[in-house]
């Protein structure tokens, strides 16, 4: 069974850039996440979707991050302007009960 | 809002023998599950270890089990012989769920590192 797939795994840029990430869940995996890890610290959730519905933005810093997830399949996630605070790496999970199975993460460095 | 503790930021044991990390958490959830997770320098997220909050039975997973004390909100592991490869950062982590998963709520971590 191929696994949670995301990319590119690193990207560097000038602060004030925009940057997207993307991510391939489990086959057949109805739920999707995206975390924020910063250096030293354990993953925050950002934004959770059901299919292709939104289940918890909460924590997504809406006025410079968005998401979506086009036919309860792959996702993307964008930041438009990045700051430097959000250098960090994404990493995407997705679940079909309540076990949460993560990609490689995205290593973002914002200079 | 849940909480977890790890209050073990780093960690080191010889080879072949058995290291115990630590965790707690906070919730008023009844229902819920929790997770040892384990990221190697590859910053790939590998599920170690889940436990169901009403299993009273403590999960194992070949040298991995864990002491689940439920009343204490305590959630240990214990890796047994210990190898090279299980050098990581290791993260507990805690989902209340009523049925679809929610997002999960970690600790800081510990770093483990095997010395041989």
């Known amino acids: 069974e191929a696994g949670v797939a995301q990319s590119p795994r690193y990207k560097i840029i000038e602060k004030r850039q925009s940057v997207a990430f993307w991510c391939n869940p489990i086959?057949?995996?109805?739920?999707l996440y995206w975390y924020q890890q910063i250096l030293g610290q354990g993953p925050k959730l950002l934004i959770q979707?059901?299919?292709?519905?939104?289940?918890?933005d909460s924590q997504l810093p809406k006025d410079r991050f968005s998401a979506e997830r086009l036919k309860g399949v792959d996702s993307t996630l964008k930041i438009q302007p990045a700051k430097l605070e959000d250098s960090a790496v994404y990493l995407c999970a997705s679940s079909l009960y309540d076990t949460q199975y993560f990609g490689p993460g995205t290593r973002l460095t914002v200079l | 809002a849940q909480t977890v503790t790890q209050s073990q930021p780093e960690m080191s044991v010889q080879e072949a023998e058995t290291v115990t990390l630590s965790c707690t958490y906070d919730t008023s959830e009844s229902n819920y599950y929790l997770f040892w997770y384990k990221q190697p320098p590859s910053r790939q997220m590998i599920l170690v270890i889940r436990?169901?909050?009403?299993?009273?039975q403590n999960a194992t997973e070949n040298r991995f089990s864990v002491n689940f004390q439920k009343a204490a909100k305590s959630f240990s592991l214990k890796i047994s012989d210990s190898q090279l490869g299980d050098t990581a950062m290791y993260f507990c982590a805690f989902t209340a769920s009523g049925g679809g998963a929610d997002g999960l709520t970690f600790g800081k971590g510990t770093h483990l590192i095997i010395q041989p």
């Open positions: 436990q169901e909050a009403y299993k009273q």
């Open positions: 086959s057949g995996h109805a739920t």
């Open positions: 979707f059901q299919n292709n519905g939104v289940v918890d």
